[in-house]
């Protein structure tokens, strides 16, 4: 009898670890490898986008002949379509206001971040930019909005980022953000947590 006994207590206690480990590995989210890291990565995978929309956003600015921004799009490195578009103040001020919406499709990815494979679809993001005293202007602006991503890490990653800089005239006349005065600044925010975003363009 205590044979037995002792047989059904040590059942229980697998019973009991299998239940708790189970639960384990159910309350973590998907593709976690550590929450900081992934917070992290899942913003790098994005790093170049931003770069990519502010470029589209100044040509469509030059190519505009009145408020509305000639759809411009450009593929991601590795795949995937970035398009962006929106509204430029037509005014004779040497001081302007981009209202742009930026969309990223077709499982946007401008490659893999160090061993993670990441795309993304959605938005529009917003992106407003202000220029003050152009051609040599101080630029100021946001980047706000959601994509969804898919791939080694899953979720939504939000954007909440402030633009700074200076623009400058190239040698055609057309108008460029001045390489080397872009900072951006602000929060990317995913099932993973917060990754504090300060990266210069």
Known sequence: MQRSKWTRRQFSARLLLASVAGTLVLGCPTGEIDNEEAARRAYLGLDRAIDRAIKLGFDGYNAASNANIPEQSEPG?????????????????????????????????????????????????NLDLSMQGLPNAQLTGTFIGAVAMTGDLTGEVSLDLAITGETEEDPDGNIRRKPGTVRVQGTATSDYGVFDVDISL
């Open 77 to 125: 490195a590795v795949a995937g379509m970035m398009i962006v578009g929106g509204q430029v103040d037509a005014g004779v001020s040497n001081n302007k206001e981009m209202r742009l919406l930026v969309t990223l499709e077709d499982d946007y990815s401008d490659g893999p971040v160090e061993d993670i494979d990441l795309v993304y679809n959605g938005g529009p993001l």
